[in-house]
């Protein structure tokens, strides 16, 4: 059994409940992704060796490993998604709601940013006229006005991303 596993088969005195932060969780989630994209990588660089040698490492048993921890990571997903869904944050509705808010907001923000920085013209080399005979390049957009939503979008996600960290914290795993 692998070291994810065994987090979640751990033997409860009797009476004893165990309660993880949707926080902790998630850190969970991370560090069980990250171990499953090193198992992939060991068992690739293992799966074939050259004849009259030895393999670095035991491709199938590391294999195995990485069910192990895909099972787990499985289980820990659905317990986070059902745990989103099921949390309320008040006006910004459940946590998943507050997700998905989040989620837009950057890429509106992004947009934005990047129209700003298109309409301003960075990134263009001599973005200036050289010669009165060249071509004006103008601006199709109000780039600081652009600028402004950007500021307030960038608020309006560091307040959501506030909010949503501070629940995490707060809101116990369901099962």
Known sequence: MSWFALVYSCEL???????????????E???????VEQLRARVVSSARYQEGETPAEDAARLLAEAGEVLSALETLIRRINRTNATVEMGSDGTLTDALARRDVLRLRHSVVTAAADAAAG?????????????????????????RGQADVLAREIREVDVRIQRTNWEVDLLD
Do not use: D, H, N, Y
Request: no cysteine; charged share 30%.
């Open 29 to 35: 989630r991370a560090e069980a992704t990250r171990r």
């Open 13 to 27: 005195m009797e009476g004893e409940v165990e309660t993880v932060k949707l926080a902790e969780a998630l850190a």
């Open 122 to 146: 960075s990134g263009e080399r001599g973005f200036g006229r050289q010669l009165r005979s060249e071509l004006m390049m103008l601006s199709a957009l109000p780039v600081a006005e652009l």
